[in-house]
């Protein structure tokens, strides 16, 4: 059974930059099949997809959050990262980490493992 | 990007009830479209995707169907398990996006 668990720390503080790392087990990270994605969720529901990386280290970053964002692998852990810069309170949100499947015309496709989700708070 | 609304935003109906939820999408889609399941407090929980493939382990009383821009998800017969928020996702577009949920409460 694939799992996957995100860390990182709970509070940052405006225009830092917020660091998180997702552990899959149960599964390698290694497999051609699958990308490995970032999504948020604010606290009016709303899911919003960040972005995905494939074990090679190729990426696909929302528009809206590019310039922002950085995404790494580590496939000797088993983990994968998430960088967002210069946060502001709007940046404040569930992470999860979720492993992407391919729908048929990869690597588009749809989410079929998720993590517990962190609570990441953005306040001085 | 390709914009996703469902309806209703929220649903109250009793256990055994039939209940119909829909997203729209703002240009075709295909059948590239996901449905997720969500309890407070926890993840989503894959359901349907490619608008009508149960995932393995969904109850059967889960159906979805649609293509192009109208999408429906169906269950049969409520039970007091699937109280909880439904979201739509699609994939055809490299920007995945999601619909902004449906509460179905109980009556």
């Known amino acids: 059974q694939v799992q996957l668990q995100e860390s990182g720390p709970g509070l940052v503080k405006p225009s830092q930059t917020l660091s998180l790392t997702c552990t899959v087990s149960?599964?390698?990270?290694?497999?051609?099949?699958?990308?490995w994605s970032w999504i948020r969720q604010h606290p009016e529901n709303g899911l919003e997809w960040i972005g995905y990386?494939?074990?090679?280290?190729?990426?696909y970053y929302n528009p809206s959050l590019k310039s922002r964002v950085a995404m790494s692998v580590d496939t000797s852990k088993n983990q994968f990262s998430l960088k967002l810069s210069s946060v502001t309170a709007a940046d404040t949100a569930v992470y999860y980490c979720a492993r992407q499947i391919c729908g048929g015309d990869c690597p588009r496709g749809f989410f079929d493992y998720w993590g517990q989700g962190t609570l990441i708070t953005v306040s001085s | 990007d390709i914009q996703m609304t469902q309806s209703p935003s929220t649903l109250s109906a009793s256990v055994g009830d039939r209940v119909t939820i829909t997203c729209r999408a703002s240009?075709?889609?295909?059948?590239?479209l996901a449905w997720y399941q969500q309890k407070p407090g926890k993840a989503p929980k894959l359901l349907i995707y490619?608008?009508?493939t149960l995932e393995s382990g969904v109850p059967l009383r889960f159906s979805g169907s649609g293509f192009g821009t109208e999408f429906t998800l169906t269950i049969s017969s409520l039970q007091p398990d699937d109280f909880a928020n439904y979201y739509c996702?699609?994939?055809?577009?490299?920007?995945?996006?999601f619909g902004q949920g449906t509460k179905l409460e109980i009556k």
């Open positions: 240009q075709s889609i295909g059948n590239w």
């Open positions: 996702q699609q994939y055809n577009s490299y920007l995945y996006t």
């Open positions: 149960g599964g390698s990270i290694y497999s051609g099949n699958y990308y």
């Open positions: 990386i494939y074990y090679t280290g190729n990426t």
């Open positions: 490619k608008a009508s």
